[in-house]
């Protein structure tokens, strides 16, 4: 995807529950996803699984216009 400008991940530990962020900055717009688990591995999957949706449907959006 060649739109993508900048992107801020953050990994977070407390206690047993894991957290990964992800604020991905497209040309004209963001995306935000954000995942929980007990496993680090397993959240970030969760997060790529997240944000891989919401820009495919951002780029169906403007690939229509």
Known sequence: FDQLNNIHVVL???KAQKMAEATV????????AS???EDMYAAIDALVHKLDK???KYKGKHSTH
């Open 25 to 32: 900055h497209l040309k004209g717009s963001e995306v935000f």
């Open 35 to 37: 995942a929980h688990n």
């Open 54 to 56: 919401q820009i495919l």
């Open 12 to 14: 977070t530990v407390e």
